[in-house]
C-alpha cells in the first residue's frame, strides 16, 4: 500500500531555515501533483504549497516568496525548502496529493516545526 512520511522538522530560532521532505512510496509518485499542508496550533489543517506532475508550481500568500517546493519523481520525493521562518510558521507539516487524500491511503505522522527563539 502507498504511504506518506515526512521528516526534517525541528526547532528553529525566527529568521533561521529549514527543508522538509516527504517519502513515498508505491508507483503513482509521478503521476499526481503532490502539496504541501500543514497544521498551525488550534487551527484545520491548510493548503500551502503544491507542485504538479510536471513541475508547476502554486503557493498560499502566507509562504509565498519564502517557501519553494520541489520534487524528484525518480527518488519519489518531495521538498519544501523554508526562509525567513516566523513563530507563525510553527506547524505539523504534512504532504499528500490534492487531487485525493487517499491516493497514498490518507495522511502521514507528519512532521513539527516549531519557530522560537
Known amino acids: 500500500q502507498a504511504q506518506l512520511v515526512e521528516s526534517g522538522g525541528g526547532l528553529v530560532q525566527p529568521g533561521g531555515s529549514l527543508t522538509l521532505s516527504c517519502a513515498a512510496s508505491g508507483s503513482i509518485f509521478s503521476d499526481v501533483d503532490m502539496a504541501w499542508y500543514r497544521r498551525r496550533p488550534g487551527k484545520q489543517r491548510a493548503f500551502i504549497a503544491r507542485i504538479s506532475k510536471s513541475g508547476a508550481k502554486y503557493y498560499d500568500s502566507t509562504v509565498k516568496g519564502r517557501f519553494t517546493v520541489s520534487r524528484d519523481n525518480d527518488k519519489k520525493m518531495l521538498y519544501l525548502q523554508m526562509k525567513s521562518l516566523k513563530p507563525e510558521d510553527t506547524a505539523i507539516y504534512y504532504c499528500?496529493?490534492?487531487?485525493?487524500?487517499?491516493?497514498?491511503?490518507?495522511w502521514g505522522q507528519g512532521t513539527q516545526v516549531t519557530v522560537s527563539s
Open positions: 499528500n496529493s490534492p487531487s485525493s487524500v487517499e491516493t497514498f491511503g490518507g
